[in-house]
Structure formats: C-alpha cells, structure tokens
C-alpha cells in the first residue's frame, strides 16, 4: 500500500499522537479527533506531523477516515465512538488498540470488562456495521508503529468478525508498521484473550522496568 489513504485516528493521548505522527510521515492524510476542535495536544500534534494532519472533533475525524484508530481511553471509548457517531463509523474499519483498564482503585488496573467480554465486542456490539479489529493494544505504542524497535521476530494479535477487515489490517500491520509475525485468534470475541494479557504486561512492565518488550509465539 503505497498511496495515500484518509485516516482518523481518535485520541489525543500518546497513542494517537505515535499512531498518527507515524501514518503522517508516511504520506497518509490524518485527522486527530478528540472531544473539542481545539484541543491543544492535536494542534501541537498536527503542527509537527506536517502537511497531511488535520485536527477536529471525533466527529470530523470519523468523517474524514477511511479507517478509524480508536485510541481513547478504555473507559471512554464507547462514549467517544458515540460521539464520532454512527453515521460518520458506518461499514469502515476500525482498529481497536485500547484496553479496557480501570483504574478507579488505584494501581494496578484491573479490567472492567471481567473475563467473559471484552471491549472489541462491547465496540462491535454498539456498531454493528463497523469492521472492528482489535489490534496493537499488547504492545507499548512506540512498539506499535516500529516493530524493528525490539531485536528479533516477535508476535502481534488480530481479532476480528471481517475476514477482510483483518486481511487489511494485517497489510497495514506489516506494510507500515514493521510487523512480521501477525497470529489471526479469530473472532471480535478473541479480543478476550489480549485484552486479558493485560495484567500480565502491566507486572511485566514493573519488573523489567521498562515498556520496550513483547512476547513471541514460539511454534
Ligand atoms: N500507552 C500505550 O503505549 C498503550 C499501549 C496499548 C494500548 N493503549 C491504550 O490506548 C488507549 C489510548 O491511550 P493514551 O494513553 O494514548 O490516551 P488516554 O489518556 O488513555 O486517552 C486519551 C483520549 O481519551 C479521550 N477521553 C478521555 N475521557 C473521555 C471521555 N469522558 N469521553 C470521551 N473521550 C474521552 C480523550 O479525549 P480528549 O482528546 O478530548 O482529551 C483523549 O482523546 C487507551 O485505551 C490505552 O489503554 C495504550
């Protein structure tokens, strides 16, 4: 894929601002969607990502994507998919890579989504039309975008209804951010399964001390 592609991408946190400054150097046409036009993370975003980076509500960004990065808070994602609104999300691609942490006791987070659901589904339940696949949530995001970032071969996760969707998505996965080693679990419900690593990269994180690592999938 080498030609320029619209994309939003929904979130003025850290992995928005990695996910669309990469897509921007790129050559992609990016719009970074967040609660108000004005948000200041996404001009300063958008005056250094350069030419193709537009800011504006989540609404505008959903309009102006062909493909949507949802990277909004766990907890607020449904809220700010609603926001973007149905209309503007209808029958596209969405990459999920936010996790359903709750940190409303303190740390570590837990899941507020238990072990029999996950947020993708709760995603694809509240859009039927939308695409949703769950990606890239297992890794830090400088990892997300730069797979070479870490020595070696190691393993990213695709959950997802749409064969096609995650055939796309798999492309982007490989053609733009490096990855080689991409394991399809199958479907939105499989999302149960990375959203659930989790807690497990959360202690990994404290006891290496650092957010530069990834598991491989030795088979
Ligand atoms: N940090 C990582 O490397 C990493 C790795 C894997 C997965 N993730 C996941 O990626 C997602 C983004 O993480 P982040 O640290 O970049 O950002 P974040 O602080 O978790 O989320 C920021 C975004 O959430 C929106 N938001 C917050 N409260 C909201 C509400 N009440 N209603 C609607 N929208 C609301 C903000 O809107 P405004 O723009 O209006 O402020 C902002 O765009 C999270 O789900 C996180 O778990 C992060």
Redesign the pocket.
Known sequence: MTHSTKIAV?????????IGAKLASLGHAVTM????AS?E??AAWAAKAGAGAKTGT?ADAAAAGEIVF????????L??LE?AGEANLRNKILID?????DFSKGMPPSLFTGNTDSLGEQIQRAFPSVKVVKA???????I?VDAARLPGDHTMFVSGDDAEAKARVRTILTDWFGWKDVVDLGGIATARGTESY?PLWIRLWGALGT?DFNVKIVR
């Open positions: 929904l979130g003025t946190g850290m992995v928005g601002e990695t969607g967040s609660r108000t948000n993370k996404a989540f949802n990277c909004t808070r766990g907890d607020a994602s809220a700010a926001a890579v936010a996790n359903p942490l890239l949530n297992t890794v830090n995001c400088q997300m989790l957010a």
